[in-house]
Antibody, heavy 118, light 111 residues
């Protein structure tokens, strides 16, 4: 059974960099898509981006200039960095696994609330 | 900016049938958008229900089905149960620019 466990700083000041990591248990990074998705309090889901183990990366156009998604195969983890955060980046951030065949996100992490406040 | 539109809210009676839809501002939704559907209950992470238009995950109850309906993607719940009350999100892939976009969500009330 695949499990995703995520962690990272929960409170940031404006202009700082958000950094989250997601560890994958019970499965390999190879052959899958690894995504980050966020949800502002009381609002809907927003797709941030994905990395395919082969190295291909896709980002949401609205966040592309500030986002970096990377993979650490030695640790079976992948990460999200979002620079120059503002209050608008306050959200629950989720990591998720997808696969070929149009499966965008079958297994999800538990979510991490990141609050941006001065 | 690409916008994916869902009904903001729907109400259904227990045992009834309801269809949620998902439209894209870029045009008719086809199988090439690989429609995915998710269920989210308060305080929980989303749970995947349907991928690639009409494929169910191993845990998806049989009463959930996905399809294309006209120029939209659709999620149909047949024989609705009280526990189906939740927020439902669709997700579409926009291949031209290689990114996914969520719909705004449909709040389904079972009453």
């Amino acid at each position: 059974q695949v499990q995703l466990q995520q962690w990272g700083a929960g409170l940031l000041k404006p202009s700082e960099t958000l950094s989250l990591t997601c560890a994958v248990y019970g499965g390999s990074l190879s052959g899958y898509f690894w995504s980050w998705i966020r949800q502002p309090p009381g609002k809907g889901l927003e797709w941030i981006g994905e990395i395919i183990h082969s190295g291909s990366i896709n980002y949401s156009p609205s966040l592309k200039s500030r986002v970096t998604i990377s993979v650490d195969t030695s640790k079976n983890q992948f990460s999200l960095k979002l620079t120059s955060v503002t209050a608008a980046d306050t959200a629950v951030y989720y990591c998720a696994r997808g696969s070929y065949g149009g499966n965008s996100a079958d297994y999800w992490g538990q979510g991490t609330l990141v609050t941006v406040s001065s | 900016q690409t916008v994916v539109t869902q009904e903001p809210s729907l109400t259904v009676s227990p045992g009834g049938t309801v269809t949620l839809t998902c439209a894209s501002s870029t045009g008719a939704v086809t199988s090439g958008y690989y429609p995915n559907w998710f269920q989210q209950k308060p305080g929980q992470a989303p749970r995947a229900l349907i991928y690639n238009t009409n494929n169910k995950h191993s845990w998806t109850p049989a009463r959930f089905s996905g399809s294309l309906l006209g120029d939209k993607a659709a999620l149909t719940l047949s024989g609705v149960q009280p526990e189906d009350e939740a927020e439902y999100y669709c997700l579409l892939y926009h291949g031209g620019t290689q990114f996914w976009v969520f719909g705004g969500g449909t709040k389904l009330t079972v009453l």
